[in-house]
């Protein structure tokens, strides 16, 4: 099975750099409200790592110091997200919203995560407050990321439609393009099929799965040339590969 839903990734989190912070007393007493930016900070650092131990560590000092610290709930909802441990991180995830509901990152990691729960109404709703947030200037972002999710559960029409509507923000999205193609492909039209996937090429580099996905329409349309030209492509740049493994790989590969 193609794993289509794993490009679907939350909002990448920004590395800041702090300088270290020395025993839990000397800071924490001083500026509270400081301390706890600090170790929000520190745990962030760990959580990029993927180092979850020491991440929860430092989040939960930081929530000891200021329980109302938007950051720490974020990102310790991340880390329990990333340990799996899902009701913990909902739980952070709700209340990292309610101390700041106009910050886009959170809004569409929360989506993201109820999108890996298979709760696309909910998730549709958290995406769509995080385009529409005056700090978020790339919606068309999300709008993939909602056609993402509806494609994970197998929801082709809410899929097409936010692929589309992502597209008409920024026709270059390669993802989208190739989806489209994929979704054109599936509902038999096949010169549509053609048309995304051209475009996609137009901007991103062949993989192996958008080579084997030509063969297939040029297959359809009966063009016995663009199919050999296909599978020349195949050949030399994936030779360790069948057509049946490259059409059968994962999309975002």
Not at 35 to 45: H, K, N, R, T, V
Not at 117 to 131: H, I, V
Request: net charge positive.
């Amino acid at each position: 099975m193609m794993k289509l839903w794993q490009w679907l990734m939350p909002a990448v989190l920004a590395v800041v750099l702090v300088g270290c912070v020395g025993g839990r007393g000397s800071a924490d007493g001083k500026d509270p409200e400081r301390a706890a930016g600090i170790y929000a900070d520190l745990g962030l650092g760990y959580l990029q790592q993927e180092k979850f131990d020491l991440a929860l560590d430092k989040l939960q000092r930081a929530l000891e110091l200021q329980s109302d610290h938007p950051a720490a709930n974020h990102y310790i909802a991340e880390v329990y997200n990333r340990m799996g441990e899902t009701e913990k991180a909902d739980r952070y995830y709700k209340k990292a919203i309610e101390l700041n509901a106009e910050n886009p990152m959170v809004l569409n990691n929360y989506g993201a995560f109820l999108c890996n729960q298979r709760k696309f109404e909910a998730a549709e709703s958290y995406f769509l407050r995080a385009a529409k947030t005056p700090r978020y200037r790339t919606p068309e972002l999300v709008y993939e990321n909602i056609g993402l999710c509806a494609r994970r559960i197998n929801n082709n029409t809410k899929a097409e439609e936010y692929f589309r509507k992502a597209l008409q923000t920024r026709a270059d999205l390669p993802k989208s393009l190739l989806y489209m193609a994929v979704l054109s492909y599936e509902s038999k039209q096949n010169l549509a099929a053609r048309a995304f996937l051209q475009r996609f090429q137009s901007v991103n580099s062949q993989t192996p799965y958008s080579v084997a996905l030509g063969i297939k329409i040029e297959q359809a349309l009966g063009d016995a040339r663009a199919v050999a030209g296909y599978r020349d492509v195949l050949q030399k740049q994936y030779p360790y590969m069948t057509e049946e493994q490259a059409f059968l790989s994962s999309e975002e590969k």
